[in-house]
Structures are given as C-alpha cells and as structure tokens.
DNA sequence: CCCGAGTAGATGATACGTCAACTTGATACT
DNA sequence: AGTATCAAGTTGACGTATCATCTACTCGGG
C-alpha cells in the first residue's frame, strides 16, 4: 500500500490552489483507513464466534447495563450510543424479535418509551464480555505502550473535538 | 461519557479470571469508538454535500485513477480497498447503474473483468477531491502536532500488524 | 379549551456489507 | 482427452445504516 492518495494520470497542478497530501501524511492517512475498517470486522468476527450478538448489539446491551434495572429510554439509549433515533429503533426491533429486549410504554410521558434488557439478553453479554474484552485488549492496549495507549487517548480527544465544532453550526470552517 | 465499560447490578467480582480495563484504558477505548464512528459520517457528509459520491464510490474511484487508463481487474481492485469480492461486485453494479464506472471483459482470463473509470466518474473525483482532502486535513491531519502525526501513524501500524496476525491461521492467539 | 410548534419514536425506501452458494473458465494431474 | 481442483466473479438473502416522512403526544401561548 505505498501509492499515493491521488497520481491522476497528467500533474498534479493540473487542479491548482489545491494542497495535497505529502508522503507521510498519506502514510498515517491510509493507516488510519485500513485500521479503522479492520478492527471492526476482527470484533465483529470474534464476537459472533463466542455468541450470537453483532457488535451494535454488543453496544446496546453494555449501555443498558449500566444503568439501574437495565433499562433507558430510546432516546438517552441513542444519545449514548451516538446513533440516530431511526438507527435505533431498527435495531431495538430487530434485538426484540430474538428476545434480547423488550420495549415498554413510558407512563410519564406518553410518547417515549423503555427499553429493557431481557434475562437472555443478560445472559448474552455476559457469555460474550470476557472474550470481547481480551480481543480489544490484544489488538489494541496491551498492543501498545502505556505511552502511546496515552498518545492515543490525546489524539483521538483532539479529533473528537474537530468532529464536534464540524457539527456545530457555529464554525463551519 | 465518563459511565464504565461494564457496570453489572452486581459486584464485577461475580465473573472471574476476567481483566476488565481500567479507567483511562476504558477513557482511550470509547474515544476510539466515538472517533471512528464520527469521522466517516463526517467525510461522508461533506462528500454527499459537494458531489454525488459515497465514502466507498470515493475509495474506488481513487484506487482507479491511480492506475494507467483508470482500469483495474475486480481482484486487484478488491485487494487494494481490501474488499471482499463479493462487496465490490455488488459496488460496481451500483456505480455502474449511475455511469461512475463500466465493466469490461478480459481478453487473456476469461473469467476475469476490467472495471474502468467512465469521463463521469474521472469528473466526480475531480470535483470531489479537493474539499475531501481539505476535510480530512481539517478534521485530523491539521488538528494535530506533527509529533503526534507520526505517533498516530506508529501506534496505527502496529495495530494493523496484530490485524494481520489475528487474521493469520497461525497465532489465532 | 384550542392551536401551533416542537419532541419521541416508528416506518419505508434505498444503499451498504457479509455470507453462502453458484457459474464459468483456468490448471494440473492421469 | 478426462477429471478434479482451484480461481474470478456474480448472485440472493439477510442484517445493517441513513434519510425523509409520518404519527402521536407534550407544551406553551392565545
């Protein structure tokens, strides 16, 4: 993987006022790429193997466990998740339908609604946390040096930031 | 997001033999979530706000005109996006439907296929490149020192190697 | 009380990704 | 030649993600 991001076939300053990517910028670039879409997929794997959740239901269930009764509205569920409400309600559906959660009517306010983790959606991510864990651990943290793993930990804080001036409506470059 | 990875009811004592990360461990992790979650429907965002492209038509697109006459066989195109065939196949059909790519029979394979960048698809990319390149310059490459740049890339390597040996028959941990 | 604006959530259409067949052509071995 | 095996690519089914739209409810004035 040593070509670069863009070699249209004439030159480069055939599209001018433009600032490209040098070598090495496209090196970390491209990591960056390749990681972030095969570590998924290894989590994933590793995951179906040692039970029957996907990663997004891995998500879930880990936020409704963490919370008294294991159970959240639809909406605090998504903000945690950082998903879309629409994402959301697919996915509760489709977790519901193999009995992972239920959802339940909200009394307080006749719009919203619960959602529950089951006994079997328990039963489900504790079968499936230990190996979860030790995957990210061996891709990941004990990967790195507890300087880097710090690095890291600074470096994505940085780009979470961007990501959220990007959405604001203030600052859109 | 400051919540624990896992915060059973119980006590964390009631699954044993179990290394659960620790606070800035739990911090670095769901940062890496946050962020690799957030990035891609940011640059997906910008692409669809500047021209008709996804992130994956980008990604073919560029591996295309990266080679002499924007034609490359299904394999090598699959290889390089580190695709599975089928994902690509499937792609293909899609950007061929809007006139990005075409398909074409290979003389010395016959079961082999050439899939070439159509005048639309070179025109598309041509478009899009700049504010995505400026994007990803904004959101990450600019954010950072040129010290945690190359920290990013090191730590991102050697995460890709425990990738590629976790993949790997032999070492299956 | 009623109306309008906003909120919570669900739904349908479409795009995307994965897996498991399947088809067809290349290769190797007899 | 004949057959087994493998490689290239496609397809269909299904799960997943996004967007636009819809329904039902809340709330804050008139």
């Known amino acids: 993987m040593t070509c670069q991001l863009f070699r249209y076939s004439g030159d480069v300053d055939t599209l001018p006022h433009q600032r490209w990517l040098d070598q090495d910028q496209q090196d970390v670039w491209r990591a960056w790429l390749d990681v972030s879409a095969r570590l998924p997929v290894a989590l994933h794997r590793d995951l179906q193997a040692n039970s029957d959740l ?9 936020q409704l466990s963490e919370h008294p009764d294991g159970r959240l509205r639809a909406s605090a569920l998504a903000q945690g998740l950082q998903w879309e409400r629409s994402r959301l309600s697919h996915h509760v559906r489709r977790m519901e339908r193999r009995g992972l ?6 009394d307080d306010d006749g719009r919203g609604a ?3 983790v089951t006994d079997t959606g328990r ?5 499936a946390a230990p190996t979860h864990v030790s995957t990210v651990r061996h891709l990941v943290l004990d990967a790195l040096t507890p300087a880097q793993v710090r690095d890291l930990g600074d470096i994505l804080t940085t780009i979470g930031a961007r990501l ?6 203030k600052d859109p470059r």
């Not at 996907?54 to 880990?62: G, K």
């Not at 039963?123 to 079968?127: D, S």
Request: aromatic share 6%.
């Open 164 to 169: 959220d001036s990007a959405s604001d409506p």
């Open 54 to 62: 996907s990663l997004p239901d891995f998500d879930v269930l880990v």
């Open 123 to 127: 039963r489900a991510i504790e079968a």
């Open 101 to 106: 959660v239920t959802r339940e009517e909200c």
């Open 114 to 116: 619960w959602v529950v």
